[in-house]
């Protein structure tokens, strides 16, 4: 049954799938807010989101704190809301749950996930920042003996590392990877991680774009190499994001857009309109995530748009001193007028009382 179940994930990842990365609803107190989480959660299984990620950067990491002790109670709780999801029939939904720390601690992170019945586990790397690349690969392959794995390039600015081409071909030939979160915001290392995967022979292998600053580009960017004598192409088909995370009902839309135009055929033309509307999102992103300051107001950024939107009761979160940069509410306030097209607020206030009460 097991197996069964790892193929249909598998099928489903290689789909494409709108994963959005989940916030941490909490109360003004600082403690969970069990039922806005729920509501949350509520909304991105009705807005047609493929599944969700819990225990994430925009789950906030403090939350494995002992202190805090969020971790587990959080993974359990989606997990119950994902199985009554799942239960009104239709694809299930893919859970993904952020694992992270030294061998140890992910190995644990990852057997807990198991045991809550989530799919795969997206593996951060930022703790290993002086490991070499043999120390990488040995512990990819320990937690990977537990769970199935999504890889992420997590760029250097948020706390990731720089990961050469040699690690991702190398990582790319582990049977129990199925796809990778490239998220380095630098199209040189977008590019290492599609050609190594490639050169590989990966084609089960899904990718998912977590680029925030060229999501749309990236889904509709047929990537070709030659490997063996031979052109190989291959697609983004996803995306694993924190964007996506607000305005999910419109993320879902443009995904299912730019599946249609890659299905037009490699060498269709990509209309311009959707070349504007890579500059909008990404527009847009760089306002909810504070560009500006470095992105010290990302978390707080999602959570002041959903907010606004009733599905949070504040922009808390876990370190008091983690909130709004300079100006970021005026930037959101502008890209909001500007690009009304890309928010879903009317479908969020035609479900929202019916989601918190549920």
């Not at 996930?113 to 490991?131: E, F, K, P, R, V």
């Not at 050169?199 to 030659?226: H, K, Q, S």
């Amino acid at each position: 049954m097991a197996n069964l179940i790892e193929a249909r994930m598998g099928e489903l990842l290689r789909r494409g799938l709108a994963i959005p990365a989940c916030p941490l609803a909490l109360t003004a107190e600082r403690r969970l807010d069990e039922r806005r989480q729920r509501a949350l959660v509520r909304y991105y299984a009705e807005a047609g989101a493929g599944g969700l990620a819990v225990g994430v950067h925009t789950t906030q990491f403090a939350i494995r704190d002992p202190a805090i002790g969020l971790f587990e109670p959080l993974l359990r709780l989606v997990a119950e809301e994902l199985d009554r999801a799942d239960r009104r029939g239709g694809d299930p939904l893919v859970r993904i749950a952020g694992v992270c720390g030294r061998t140890g601690q992910a190995r644990g992170e990852a057997e807990l996930a198991h045991d809550c019945g989530y799919h795969a586990a997206l593996l951060s790397l930022a703790a290993l920042g002086d490991a070499s690349e043999e120390e990488l690969i040995a512990h990819v392959r320990t937690v990977a003996e537990v769970i199935p794995l999504v890889g992420f390039y997590l760029q250097p600015a948020v706390g990731g590392r720089v990961l050469p081409f040699s690690f991702w071909r190398r990582f790319a030939e582990i049977e129990n990877v199925v796809a990778i979160k490239i998220a380095p915001f630098n199209r040189y290392q977008t590019l290492d991680v599609v050609r190594a995967v490639v050169e590989a022979g990966r084609d089960d292998l899904a990718l998912y774009t977590g680029n925030d600053d060229n999501i749309v580009i990236d889904l509709l960017t047929p990537f070709r190499f030659e490997t063996n004598g031979k052109l190989k192409e291959r697609r983004i088909v996803g995306g694993l994001l924190g964007h996506w995370a607000v305005w999910t009902r419109r993320a879902v839309e443009l995904l299912d857009d730019c599946h249609r135009l890659s299905a037009s055929g490699a060498d269709a033309a990509v209309p311009a309109e959707m070349l504007r509307r890579n500059v909008e999102v990404t527009d847009a992103n760089a306002a909810v995530f504070d560009a500006a300051n470095g992105f010290a107001g990302c978390i707080a950024g999602i959570h002041e748009v959903l907010r606004r939107q009733g599905l949070l009761a504040g922009l808390w979160c876990l370190d008091p001193a983690e909130t709004l940069g300079p100006g970021q509410a005026h930037e959101i306030d502008r890209v909001c007028r500007a690009y009304p097209h890309l928010t879903d607020d009317a479908f969020v206030r035609e479900h929202l009382d019916r989601w918190l009460n549920g």
